[in-house]
């Protein structure tokens, strides 16, 4: 297991409940400590609120969605730049790291995100795409460093 995923924001997490869907099965994860307290102690390390691991029908892990508590900045209608504190759901590939919403100030609830990944992997399909998304990202990098070692 990656460093990443063994760092306290994700062995805090909690497993509440097991779902299965035709082709995957889905470990649903949560935060014992509730959005406040994780912005209030945890801000720095990115703390996740809700995580969602998939698993194909052989059990075989392929990939997690989190969703992730960060300070960041926007750019304002007015030029300037404003911080701010946004949830941001996250998707954990073999390789890299994409972001797949962001749910600005608004705490989203678990329903609420749970509903979104669900529609991710039943209506959209998106398991397999961000597979193959993340391995060509990743073929595409090591072209690149060996490009750049020349």
Not at 61 to 87: K, V
Request: overall charge negative.
């Amino acid at each position: 297991m990656s460093q990443a995923l063994m760092s306290p924001r994700w062995l805090r997490l909690v497993k509440v409940e097991e779902i299965e869907t035709d082709v995957y099965f889905i470990d649903l994860y949560v935060s014992p400590l509730p959005a406040a307290e994780l912005i209030s102690q945890h801000l720095s390390e990115n703390p996740v609120l809700y995580a969602f691991a998939v698993f194909n029908k052989e059990n075989k892990y392929l990939l997690s969605y989190a969703l992730e508590i960060r300070e960041t900045s926007r750019l304002l209608d007015s030029g300037e730049e404003e911080t701010y504190i946004g949830y941001f759901l996250e998707t954990y590939c073999e390789h890299k790291q994409f972001s797949c919403k962001n749910f600005k100030e608004t705490t989203p609830t678990l329903e609420t995100v749970r509903a979104f990944v669900l529609s991710l992997v039943n209506e959209y399909d998106a398991i397999p795409k961000m597979i193959n998304y993340d391995q060509e990202s990743a073929k595409r990098d090591i072209v690149q460093d060996s490009d750049e070692g020349e």
